[in-house]
């Protein structure tokens, strides 16, 4: 038994995306938050970084590595920008269903422009009947000479507007025993028929556009389809579980590190009764119980990424560390404001922003209920007494 | 033109940490535990600009550095930021090095890796100043090791067929120039914008080659210039200098504190009719 | 034979720089201390045989000048062969530069040459015990100060910024000038090739920092850059020039030249005032010689209070416009 350590290599991927969100991200983030926008030129400069492709083997165009490396860019990014860890995290969702069911030809075609950075992507499966009711989705695809015909709205779809690639999921049938059969395509920007409708206005995460995307007769051919036809189930929920709810987690991980490194400059800075606040005891209590919720979600995180690169099945773990490091967030961000007393609530400091993009980021992917449900179930079946 | 491009890089106590520098009262020597290494700033446009001229052709592009083993971290940034192979000289026998002892082993380190390759350099590169010591005057002794002409505080480097435009400052504007290669450059800050290193640099730099070498593997080197014994300086006392003064607090309102001021302004003398 | 400390007179526009003047000045302070050492001078450049009286008028006995046209501008090859040939004949102890932009390169280039030491941007020159040269460098910016002797080798190499040593004229003395042919030091075996085309002067906005008695200085806790400007008003009415830290300069809202500090300059003015300065001891090393120091920052635990003479716990948007203000009326 070793202790865990990130690789040398690891590292120097660490400091590399430090280096890059200290300099491109950090000084404009309040900036995106405040005007609900995503940073496209910051975003395709991630793609030059490596972070768009990170899990894409090199020939398709990607560095190869896996979802420790991935997790380690979000949260570098998010530590500045979470809204923008957000974007990048949500085009892995797109990116990571075309490299795991892709035909070659898929893959060939847009896996390089998706890992350069020249185009974004997205997925879409949540409809206004709810997210988590993944069997109910009533968008349709429907067969009509010898071609697909896509019908519905798809709300709540982060990168609505501004991805290239869109990978979704729709009902193309039921099987024998009345069940819905989903199945996924690749649909891209200008598509006839498809475009993003309604832009939310979000709480938090807003360096990420989310939104509605529209399917009105969107006719695309065979070579669309993604996966097998009623393939798209397990598809969009691999993505959602493994993927999707690992990169929630990474965010959050972000946002602590931001309270833990906010909490101290301030407990350092801030002056009381002749010396900084952080030789207070009660101060010190609350920043024990950032690192503490810090270094629980980091643990939780890469562990579950561990085991998404060992291959082995991770959902479980995956849903724990999201539910722990999306709930930690929110309670650090609060922490540090605490801490903070009146600056807290000053937008100056970033402290705000940390946590409306934390209690943001709780729905995305599934909500604290829906992720005790999914470890419940998982305990249940692994665990026994 | 395939240019072959060196880079003489180095890492630095990182600034951010000078607060916790300080001076063992006894030994008389500076304690800097705690203090993590960074590349040296200038150093990465130096290797930036040696990455710009070997794109566009084929060419090569060496990383060298003369440090104790932590060095080799540095190294490897430099392999993943694009540089092809990278070389650490490190050794007892160099340690205590001041510039000319430093740009010496340098000087001994290229002609070997030249020697080895059957092809000189045409440029070398080094950053105008380290954010430590600041000496500033590494590149342009390497210069004269290897007799090339050479120009320091670069921040501005053109090629038009062959022939290179370079720009240099000067306190108040300045100065430019036409070089051919070989030539030794001490390139400033404003030269370039250092890429970013990329997880696909990362992924590369693992088949690239890191050597490190030691005294043995310089045998044409002569130590009387090597190391503490070949350096001309040598460290004197330290001290921590006392500028503490008295601090003398104004309060009161905005414009109480204001008035104060303009008193102190009028005593000083200094301000002409105030 | 009497030791000699050896200046080189930097020209820059046809005319001796400064710092070399303010260099002849600390010779003549380190010269009996060495036993009545001779003071001497090189000068490299075109029709700047003139300039040697200025020499004389700072201390200079005996001048070394290289008068050619191929001199005329500055290049770091020719110029340290012509001055490392002159070392190596003559045998100065001790050997000054300017650490100016092309001083800071051509003076370690002849020291390699002559295979000696140079300590790099001097904050003051000592004669030690031994009767040899203690150039006190800081580092890590400037929270440390070493002493870097030179004691086995020869001539002691150092360079200075501008700024740190004041100049003031000597008595007028007799001085020797002795002209060296350029075909003494022509290169034997030139490998590239580096020609100089043109110096571009950019002029200042504003006095410069280096000649003025009052300094308002800018620092990271300014705000806006509508802040900078009221502190280039407040400078101009007090007759001064305005000057910033590191964070500043990173704003772009000033040139380089602007800036105080280990990388920047090194300034004693009569007066500085500070706004929202904190205090970077690079920053610190360079005006901790102003005769009285104001400063405005409104944390009252900052480091420049510590350095201050005069201390304002306030926000700088407090009394930047009012000081300002009080001036004009």
Same mark, same amino acid.
């Given at each position: 038994m070793h202790f865990f350590e990130f690789t040398e290599e690891q590292n120097m991927l660490r400091k590399a995306a430090r280096e890059f969100a200290e300099t491109e991200v950090a000084p404009r983030a309040a900036e995106w938050d405040e005007r609900d926008e995503c940073p496209l030129d910051v975003f395709k400069k991630l793609g030059e970084l490596g972070a768009n492709g990170v899990f894409v083997p090199e020939k398709y165009g990607g560095p190869g590595l896996g979802h420790v490396e991935r997790a380690i860019f979000i949260e570098e990014i998010s530590r500045h920008s979470a809204g923008l860890g957000m974007a990048l995290m949500t085009h892995h969702l797109g990116v990571y269903p075309i490299l795991r069911s892709g035909s070659e030809e898929q893959k060939e075609k847009y896996l390089p422009d998706l890992c350069s950075g020249e185009r974004f992507a997205g997925l879409a499966i949540t409809e206004p009947g709810g997210?988590?009711?993944?069997? #109910?989705?009533k968008a349709t695809g429907e067969r009509r000479d010898g071609k697909w015909v896509l019908n519905g709205r798809k709300c709540f779809i982060t990168n609505s507007h501004i991805a290239d690639v869109t990978v979704a999921t729709v009902k193309t049938g039921v099987d024998d025993k009345g069940r819905s059969k989903l199945s996924a395509f690749i649909v891209e920007k200008g598509a006839p028929g498809f475009a993003p409708g309604r832009k939310e206005h979000k $709480? #938090? $995460?807003?360096?990420s556009v989310t939104g509605d995307v529209v399917f009105n007769e969107t006719t695309l051919d065979d070579k669309a389809l993604l996966g097998p036809e009623g393939g798209g189930a397990r598809l969009g929920m691999e993505g959602v579980s493994e993927v999707g709810r690992a990169g929630m987690s990474a965010i959050c991980v972000g946002i602590l590190r931001g309270c833990l490194e906010e909490a101290i400059k301030f407990a350092n800075e801030r002056i009381l009764y002749g010396k900084p606040i952080a030789k207070i005891q009660a101060i010190q209590f609350e920043i024990a119980k950032i690192r503490t919720d810090y270094e629980a979600a980091r643990l939780l995180t890469y562990y579950a990424a561990g085991l998404k690169d060992a291959g082995k099945p991770c959902a479980t773990e995956v849903a724990t560390a999201k539910y722990f490091a999306t709930e930690a967030s929110v309670r650090s961000a609060k922490s540090t404001m605490d801490l903070m007393g009146g600056y807290g609530i000053i937008n100056e400091y970033p402290v705000g922003r940390f946590l409306r993009d934390a209690l943001t980021s709780i729905p995305s992917g599934g909500t604290s209920h829906i992720m005790q449900v999914v470890m419940a179930n998982g305990t249940l079946n692994d665990f026994h007494a | 033109m395939a240019y072959r491009v060196a880079v003489c890089v180095k890492p630095v106590p990182d600034p951010n940490y000078y607060g916790h520098v300080g001076i063992d009262p006894v030994k008389k020597t500076i304690t800097r535990a705690g203090v993590p290494n960074i590349f040296n700033p200038a150093d990465k446009n130096a290797l930036e600009a040696a990455l710009r001229l070997r794109e566009p052709g084929s060419g090569y592009a060496a990383a060298i550095s003369m440090s104790p083993p932590e060095g080799a971290e540095i190294l490897r940034e430099a392999l993943a930021m694009g540089a092809d192979e990278a070389y650490l000289l490190c050794d007892r026998a160099f340690a205590g090095a001041d510039t000319l002892a430093t740009s010496y082993a340098l000087c001994q380190g290229l002609r070997k890796i030249e020697s080895e390759k059957g092809l000189p350099f045409d440029f070398i590169f080094c950053g105008a100043e380290s954010a430590d010591g600041a000496t500033a005057q590494v590149s342009s002794q390497l210069g004269e090791w290897f007799g090339y002409p050479q120009l320091w505080n670069v921040f501005s480097l053109e090629e038009r067929g062959g022939v290179f435009m370079l720009k240099t400052k000067l306190e108040n504007g300045c100065m430019e120039w036409e070089a051919k290669p070989p030539m030794v450059l001490g390139v400033a800050r404003e030269l370039n914008k250092p890429r970013f290193i990329s997880a696909m640099g990362v992924v590369k730099s693992r088949k690239k080659p890191l050597v490190t070498w030691g005294r043995s593997d310089l045998p044409g080197a002569d130590d009387g210039y090597l190391g503490l014994a070949g350096s001309p300086t040598k460290a004197g006392d330290i001290f921590t200098p006392d500028i503490r003064r008295e601090g003398r607090r104004l309060s009161g309102s905005p414009d109480e504190i204001v008035a104060g001021m303009l008193s102190v302004i009028r005593a000083s003398g200094a301000a002409a009719g105030v | 034979m009497s030791p000699k400390i050896w200046v080189h007179a930097e020209i820059f526009d046809g005319t001796v720089s400064e710092v070399s003047l303010e260099l002849l000045t600390k010779a003549r302070e380190l010269a009996p201390v060495l036993g009545g050492a001779a003071i001497e001078a090189t000068l490299l450049g075109s029709a700047i045989e003139s300039e040697a009286a200025r020499l004389a008028g700072y201390g200079a006995s005996r001048v070394y000048a290289a008068d050619a046209s191929e001199l005329e501008m500055y290049s770091p090859r020719p110029y340290a062969l012509a001055l490392s040939y002159l070392a190596a004949l003559h045998k100065p102890d001790i050997y000054l530069f300017g650490a100016t932009s092309t001083g800071s390169s051509l003076g370690p280039a002849v020291a390699a040459r002559l295979k000696t030491g140079m300590a790099a941007h001097c904050v003051d020159l000592r004669i030690n015990g031994d009767k040899k040269l203690a150039a006190l460098v800081p580092s890590f910016g400037g929270r440390v100060i070493g002493e870097i002797l030179c004691p086995g080798s020869s001539p002691q190499m150092a360079s200075v910024k501008p700024g740190i040593f004041k100049a003031s004229e000597a008595a007028a003395g007799r001085v020797t000038v002795e002209r060296v042919p350029p075909e003494a030091w022509a290169d034997a075996n030139p490998k590239g090739s580096l020609k100089p085309l043109a110096i571009v002067k950019h002029p200042p906005r504003g006095m410069p920092i280096a000649e003025a008695q009052v300094i308002v200085c800018a620092g990271s806790g300014i705000g806006g850059e509508e802040n900078w400007r009221l502190i280039e008003r407040l400078a101009e009415s007090l007759g001064g020039a305005a000057a910033c830290t590191r964070p500043v300069l990173d704003e772009g809202w000033? @040139? @380089?030249?602007r800036m105080i500090g280990t990388s920047g300059r090194s300034v004693r003015p009569k007066l500085y005032i500070g706004f929202g300065v904190s205090g970077a001891t690079h920053h610190v090393c360079g005006m901790n010689e102003a005769g009285v120091i104001i400063n405005v920052n409104r944390d009252e635990a900052t480091p420049i209070f510590e350095v201050s003479d005069i201390s304002v716990e306030a926000d700088v948007n407090a009394i930047l416009p009012r000081l300002y203000e009080a001036l004009r009326r």
């Amino acid at each position: 038994m070793h202790f865990f350590e990130f690789t040398e290599e690891q590292n120097m991927l660490r400091k590399a995306a430090r280096e890059f969100a200290e300099t491109e991200v950090a000084p404009r983030a309040a900036e995106w938050d405040e005007r609900d926008e995503c940073p496209l030129d910051v975003f395709k400069k991630l793609g030059e970084l490596g972070a768009n492709g990170v899990f894409v083997p090199e020939k398709y165009g990607g560095p190869g590595l896996g979802h420790v490396e991935r997790a380690i860019f979000i949260e570098e990014i998010s530590r500045h920008s979470a809204g923008l860890g957000m974007a990048l995290m949500t085009h892995h969702l797109g990116v990571y269903p075309i490299l795991r069911s892709g035909s070659e030809e898929q893959k060939e075609k847009y896996l390089p422009d998706l890992c350069s950075g020249e185009r974004f992507a997205g997925l879409a499966i949540t409809e206004p009947g709810g997210g988590s009711d993944f069997m #109910g989705q009533k968008a349709t695809g429907e067969r009509r000479d010898g071609k697909w015909v896509l019908n519905g709205r798809k709300c709540f779809i982060t990168n609505s507007h501004i991805a290239d690639v869109t990978v979704a999921t729709v009902k193309t049938g039921v099987d024998d025993k009345g069940r819905s059969k989903l199945s996924a395509f690749i649909v891209e920007k200008g598509a006839p028929g498809f475009a993003p409708g309604r832009k939310e206005h979000k $709480l #938090g $995460l807003r360096a990420s556009v989310t939104g509605d995307v529209v399917f009105n007769e969107t006719t695309l051919d065979d070579k669309a389809l993604l996966g097998p036809e009623g393939g798209g189930a397990r598809l969009g929920m691999e993505g959602v579980s493994e993927v999707g709810r690992a990169g929630m987690s990474a965010i959050c991980v972000g946002i602590l590190r931001g309270c833990l490194e906010e909490a101290i400059k301030f407990a350092n800075e801030r002056i009381l009764y002749g010396k900084p606040i952080a030789k207070i005891q009660a101060i010190q209590f609350e920043i024990a119980k950032i690192r503490t919720d810090y270094e629980a979600a980091r643990l939780l995180t890469y562990y579950a990424a561990g085991l998404k690169d060992a291959g082995k099945p991770c959902a479980t773990e995956v849903a724990t560390a999201k539910y722990f490091a999306t709930e930690a967030s929110v309670r650090s961000a609060k922490s540090t404001m605490d801490l903070m007393g009146g600056y807290g609530i000053i937008n100056e400091y970033p402290v705000g922003r940390f946590l409306r993009d934390a209690l943001t980021s709780i729905p995305s992917g599934g909500t604290s209920h829906i992720m005790q449900v999914v470890m419940a179930n998982g305990t249940l079946n692994d665990f026994h007494a | 033109m395939a240019y072959r491009v060196a880079v003489c890089v180095k890492p630095v106590p990182d600034p951010n940490y000078y607060g916790h520098v300080g001076i063992d009262p006894v030994k008389k020597t500076i304690t800097r535990a705690g203090v993590p290494n960074i590349f040296n700033p200038a150093d990465k446009n130096a290797l930036e600009a040696a990455l710009r001229l070997r794109e566009p052709g084929s060419g090569y592009a060496a990383a060298i550095s003369m440090s104790p083993p932590e060095g080799a971290e540095i190294l490897r940034e430099a392999l993943a930021m694009g540089a092809d192979e990278a070389y650490l000289l490190c050794d007892r026998a160099f340690a205590g090095a001041d510039t000319l002892a430093t740009s010496y082993a340098l000087c001994q380190g290229l002609r070997k890796i030249e020697s080895e390759k059957g092809l000189p350099f045409d440029f070398i590169f080094c950053g105008a100043e380290s954010a430590d010591g600041a000496t500033a005057q590494v590149s342009s002794q390497l210069g004269e090791w290897f007799g090339y002409p050479q120009l320091w505080n670069v921040f501005s480097l053109e090629e038009r067929g062959g022939v290179f435009m370079l720009k240099t400052k000067l306190e108040n504007g300045c100065m430019e120039w036409e070089a051919k290669p070989p030539m030794v450059l001490g390139v400033a800050r404003e030269l370039n914008k250092p890429r970013f290193i990329s997880a696909m640099g990362v992924v590369k730099s693992r088949k690239k080659p890191l050597v490190t070498w030691g005294r043995s593997d310089l045998p044409g080197a002569d130590d009387g210039y090597l190391g503490l014994a070949g350096s001309p300086t040598k460290a004197g006392d330290i001290f921590t200098p006392d500028i503490r003064r008295e601090g003398r607090r104004l309060s009161g309102s905005p414009d109480e504190i204001v008035a104060g001021m303009l008193s102190v302004i009028r005593a000083s003398g200094a301000a002409a009719g105030v | 034979m009497s030791p000699k400390i050896w200046v080189h007179a930097e020209i820059f526009d046809g005319t001796v720089s400064e710092v070399s003047l303010e260099l002849l000045t600390k010779a003549r302070e380190l010269a009996p201390v060495l036993g009545g050492a001779a003071i001497e001078a090189t000068l490299l450049g075109s029709a700047i045989e003139s300039e040697a009286a200025r020499l004389a008028g700072y201390g200079a006995s005996r001048v070394y000048a290289a008068d050619a046209s191929e001199l005329e501008m500055y290049s770091p090859r020719p110029y340290a062969l012509a001055l490392s040939y002159l070392a190596a004949l003559h045998k100065p102890d001790i050997y000054l530069f300017g650490a100016t932009s092309t001083g800071s390169s051509l003076g370690p280039a002849v020291a390699a040459r002559l295979k000696t030491g140079m300590a790099a941007h001097c904050v003051d020159l000592r004669i030690n015990g031994d009767k040899k040269l203690a150039a006190l460098v800081p580092s890590f910016g400037g929270r440390v100060i070493g002493e870097i002797l030179c004691p086995g080798s020869s001539p002691q190499m150092a360079s200075v910024k501008p700024g740190i040593f004041k100049a003031s004229e000597a008595a007028a003395g007799r001085v020797t000038v002795e002209r060296v042919p350029p075909e003494a030091w022509a290169d034997a075996n030139p490998k590239g090739s580096l020609k100089p085309l043109a110096i571009v002067k950019h002029p200042p906005r504003g006095m410069p920092i280096a000649e003025a008695q009052v300094i308002v200085c800018a620092g990271s806790g300014i705000g806006g850059e509508e802040n900078w400007r009221l502190i280039e008003r407040l400078a101009e009415s007090l007759g001064g020039a305005a000057a910033c830290t590191r964070p500043v300069l990173d704003e772009g809202w000033c @040139e @380089e030249g602007r800036m105080i500090g280990t990388s920047g300059r090194s300034v004693r003015p009569k007066l500085y005032i500070g706004f929202g300065v904190s205090g970077a001891t690079h920053h610190v090393c360079g005006m901790n010689e102003a005769g009285v120091i104001i400063n405005v920052n409104r944390d009252e635990a900052t480091p420049i209070f510590e350095v201050s003479d005069i201390s304002v716990e306030a926000d700088v948007n407090a009394i930047l416009p009012r000081l300002y203000e009080a001036l004009r009326r």
